[in-house]
């Protein structure tokens, strides 16, 4: 089994910064692979972008390259999202997610075993 717990959600005006964490716990096979999503009430819940947490290699959906950075720490395992230059349709519910496998179709939810309970981003124009 594995929890996940996302911070560090709030309020932001358009071109602002916030950095979401997700701190991890449990078995860590079954958390090789850590992504974000996000959901909005008109929209199905979107991938934002995963890392392989062994490798450190990203990927980012289209809409966020460029602007939005993961990374990991181990020690303490968590992985974090930078969000920069930040958009009012950044607006939404954040969610990580864990999976044993990167896989290459990360972007699909259906493939994610652990969510956590989402933290709220809400950027103002």
């Known amino acids: 089994q594995v929890q996940l717990v996302e911070s560090g959600g709030g309020s932001v005006q358009a071109g602002g910064s916030l950095r979401l964490s997700c701190a991890a716990s449990?078995?860590?096979?079954?958390?090789?692979?850590v992504a974000w999503f996000r959901q909005t009430p008109s929209k199905q819940r979107e991938g934002v972008g995963r890392?392989?947490?062994?490798?450190?290699?990203?990927l980012y959906s289209e809409p966020v390259k460029g602007r939005f950075t993961l990374s990991r720490d181990n020690a303490k395992n968590t992985v974090y999202l930078q969000m920069n230059s930040l958009k009012p349709e950044d607006t939404g519910v954040y969610y990580c997610?864990?999976?044993?496998?990167?896989?290459?179709?990360?972007?699909?939810?259906?493939?994610?075993?652990?969510w956590g309970q989402g933290t709220q981003v809400t950027v103002s124009s």
């Open positions: 449990g078995d860590a096979s079954e958390r090789k692979c």
């Open positions: 997610a864990a999976a044993s496998i990167c896989w290459s179709t990360w972007t699909s939810a259906r493939l994610w075993d652990y």
């Open positions: 890392i392989d947490v062994d490798a450190g290699s990203t």
